[in-house]
């Protein structure tokens, strides 16, 4: 029960793989197992997020407004995603911070059309380095405490 707990968390748009170590970690569960699947299913979030969107943003896109915004969300992103390109997507997502992880960077994926192999494989990067940031730290803080 556990497990699927863990399972959530690292789904959640919130908290991710950063909520989802330390709280199983806390709950006693063994922590390769916490860093496998935290690490396994915050990367397949991707395929929800990014094929749904582009789904939803078939049938949306005629609604001018909607349009717009997309549009003007895209051309104000176009000199960061010339600058970095879809490499970017790994630090982006590494760095365990709010608002950077596998949600947005999915996001951010499809917004600007990016090949959606390749997004998910960087984005799968980004993670695993996330999951060893914050495993390293709990195991660190857990260990001094």
Request: with cysteine.
């Amino acid at each position: 029960m556990h497990e699927l707990m863990i399972v959530l968390l690292s789904m959640a748009p919130i908290s991710e793989l950063r909520g989802a170590i330390p709280v199983g970690v806390a709950l006693g569960i063994n922590p390769l197992v916490v860093f496998f699947v935290s690490v396994l299913f915050n990367s397949l979030i991707f395929f929800p997020i990014y094929f749904s969107l582009d789904f939803f943003y078939e049938h949306l896109k005629k609604n001018n407004f909607i349009h717009k915004k997309i549009e003007r969300i895209r051309k104000k992103g176009h000199n960061a995603m010339e600058k970095y390109g879809i490499w970017g997507l790994i630090p982006f997502v590494a760095i365990p911070l709010p608002f950077t992880g596998a949600w947005t960077a999915s996001i951010i994926a499809w917004l600007f059309d990016l090949d959606w192999l390749k997004s998910f494989i960087v984005i799968c990067i980004g993670v695993l380095i996330a999951g060893i940031v914050v495993m390293s730290s709990v195991i660190g803080i857990s260990t001094i405490w």
